[in-house]
Antibody, heavy 119, light 107 residues
Framework: EVHLVESGGGLVLPGGSLRLSCSAS????????MHWVRQVPGKGLVWVSR????????NYADYAKGRFIISRDNAKNTLFLQMDSLRAGDTAVYYC????????????WGQGDLVTVSS | DIQMTQSPSSVSASVGDRVTITCRAS??????LAWYQQKPGKAPKLLIY???SLQSGVPSRFSGSGSGTDFILTISSLQPEDFATYYC?????????FGQGTRLEIK
């Protein structure tokens, strides 16, 4: 069974940093594109970033460019999102998700991890 | 960026009703569209991909149609577990983008 489990979220001061992790199991992690999607509580889904199976292709939403870095460790079946220069507007639940066909159709999602940026 | 607009923003319906939710893209996306269901406190669940393909394990009462700019999600006979928020997502053009959501409530 496919499982994705995010960790690393929490409360951070404006301007601070956090590194989210997404531990994957139940499938061959190294074969799949992976994404991060975020959601402000009570609001809609917003795409953040994606990385291809071997980490050679990476894309970001404009608001994430220069502040967020997506990466993966296929030996450890883990996806990461390093977030720097965090702002109040980055407060959200962050989901990692598997891309079934490399076409951004997200067939499995983690439970989400809340990041709160506040002083 | 492509903007996705769903209508209605919310809808009330009863068990057994047929419900349709519309998603419109700001420019043509061929059939590169997915639909997700999200229940409170839970992650989204993929229902439909490529506009009309049913994801494995999703009940057949869910169906999708459309191409170009206009798409429809249909639930043929509402079940109690279908009351949730539904999102469309375009994957034709970078960045992938979601609609604002349609909340389906019990009447």
């Amino acid at each position: 069974e496919v499982h994705l489990v995010e960790s690393g979220g929490g409360l951070v001061l404006p301007g601070g940093s956090l590194r989210l992790s997404c531990s994957a199991s139940g499938f061959t992690f190294s074969n799949y594109w992976m994404h991060w999607v975020r959601q402000v509580p009570g609001k809609g889904l917003v795409w953040v970033s994606r990385i291809n199976s071997d980490g050679s292709t990476i894309n970001y939403a404009d608001y994430a460019k220069g502040r967020f870095i997506i990466s993966r460790d296929n030996a450890k079946n883990t996806l990461f999102l390093q977030m720097d220069s965090l702002r109040a507007g980055d407060t959200a639940v962050y989901y990692c998700a598997r891309d079934e066909m490399g076409m951004s159709y997200l067939d499995y999602w983690g439970q989400g991890d809340l990041v709160t940026v506040s002083s | 960026d492509i903007q996705m607009t769903q209508s209605p923003s919310s809808v009330s319906a009863s068990v057994g009703d047929r419900v349709t939710i519309t998603c419109r893209a700001s420019q043509g996306i061929d059939g590169w569209l997915a639909w997700y269901q999200q229940k409170p406190g839970k992650a989204p669940k993929l229902l439909i991909y490529a506009a009309s393909s049913l994801q494995s394990g999703v009940p057949s009462r869910f169906s999708g149609s459309g191409s170009g700019t206009d798409f429809i999600l249909t639930i043929s006979s509402l079940q109690p577990e279908d009351f949730a928020t539904y999102y469309c997502q375009q994957t034709n053009s970078f960045p992938p983008s979601f609609g604002q959501g349609t909340r389906l409530e019990i009447k």
